[in-house]
């Protein structure tokens, strides 16, 4: 009874979700308008001191959401004498599944960073402009995870609904276990074909523009073309994101707010990790797992544990899973080509 209750519907807690979504725009805002306002590369340190900033401003929200759980659970009219319910618990539940969607959101996204660097490489992308194709690529990975999330909460009220998203988890996670790397190869992709074919492109960069009027007809440059490919990548990525950490909570709140300070973060792991992504050689088989277990958890293993696997147990294991195929990376060296 208690596992299937929405702790924090979309109608009676609409103020925090519009409150949460000015913070971030503001946030955004601060972060190109003022920081980030003139073209530059960023540098390691840079990019390892907004990593921090990042991870450091999605601890302190889900100690700020701990505490607003625990009194809004604590006050809700629809909750008072419930048999069973505490809201202390249940306020550290939710700022556990904040935490380990967090953990599984950021760690999925490294796949993205592969992507970033060869679609980088294609286009030629100079590295002082690669900050602003990836601000406005991740404004619209927002907006689609947005209409993505809110359509799963709808659908995963389905019981099939659950068991499909589990079963297309579990195979993601074979395939990626099994399948060899193959290079991305952004030419031979039939997206990026038909963008250039009924869009027309500049042959050079025009600074850090993405359209150039030219004569009487406007013109897209190779920063607007990288954009929409890593936009197309995204969405395709959310497909099995946002069902895996649907796995971990059913709470579109929790979804939402870890989904978005993850993908925050995105830009600067990209500039951290760009250089050395290569050398983690086993992380692939770690986010393999990972999928695997949590389509494991969607489709059989919250019924079996009586509507919700314990999520102290499910972050142990993403963070063995995941932190296991980062040791054996560096313990374990790669003798063979770099991947690209």
């Known amino acids: 009874m208690l596992a299937s209750i929405i702790l924090f519907p979309f109608q009676q807690y609409l103020s925090l979700y519009v409150g949460f979504v000015f913070f971030i725009l503001l946030i955004l805002a601060l972060d190109l308008g003022v920081f980030h306002r003139h073209a530059h590369e960023v540098s390691l340190r840079e990019a390892?001191?907004?990593s921090v900033v990042w991870v450091t401003l999605a601890i302190l929200f889900n100690i700020g959401f701990y505490f607003f759980a625990l009194h809004a659970l604590g006050t809700d009219p629809r909750l008072q004498g419930l048999a069973g319910f505490d809201p202390a618990h249940a306020a550290?539940?939710?700022a556990l599944e904040f935490f380990t969607g967090?953990?599984?959101?950021?760690?999925?996204?490294v796949d993205n960073i592969f992507i970033f660097v060869v679609v980088f490489q294609f286009f030629?992308?100079?590295?002082?402009?690669?900050?602003?194709?990836?601000?406005?690529?991740?404004?619209?990975?927002?907006?689609?995870r947005i209409l993505f999330i809110a359509l799963g909460s709808v659908l995963l009220k389905i019981g099939w609904v659950s068991l499909f998203f589990?079963?297309?988890?579990?195979?993601?996670?074979l395939k990626i276990l099994l399948s060899p790397d193959k290079p991305i190869d952004p030419s031979k992709n039939p997206l990026v074909r038909l963008l250039q074919r009924i869009l027309p492109v500049t042959p050079h960069l025009e600074g850090g523009r993405f359209l150039v009027r030219t004569g009487n007809r406007w013109h897209v440059t190779p920063l607007m073309?990288?954009?929409?490919?890593?936009?197309?990548?995204?969405?395709?990525?959310?497909v099995d994101s946002v069902p895996a950490i649907f796995a971990l909570t059913r709470?579109?709140?929790i979804v939402f707010t870890s989904n978005v300070f993850a993908i925050l973060g995105l830009r600067s792991l990209y500039f951290l990790l760009a250089g050395v992504i290569d050398q983690f050689h086993y992380l692939k088989y770690g986010l393999g797992l990972v999928?695997?277990?949590v389509g494991l958890k969607l489709s059989w293993l919250n019924e079996a544990f009586g509507g919700k696997f314990p999520i102290t147990w499910s972050l142990g294991i993403i963070i063995g899973l995941v932190g296991g195929s980062v040791a054996c990376s560096l313990l374990w060296p790669s003798s063979g080509a770099n991947r690209k």
């Open 48 to 50: 390892a001191g907004w």
């Open 92 to 94: 550290r539940q939710s």
């Open 102 to 109: 967090f953990v599984v959101e950021k760690s999925l996204a």
């Open 124 to 144: 030629a992308i100079p590295a002082k402009y690669q900050h602003r194709i990836l601000f406005y690529g991740i404004l619209g990975a927002l907006v689609f």
């Open 166 to 173: 589990g079963g297309l988890l579990i195979l993601t996670g």
């Open 225 to 238: 073309v990288a954009l929409i490919f890593i936009e197309l990548c995204d969405i395709v990525f959310a």
């Open 251 to 253: 709470e579109p709140l």
């Open 291 to 293: 999928l695997m277990f």
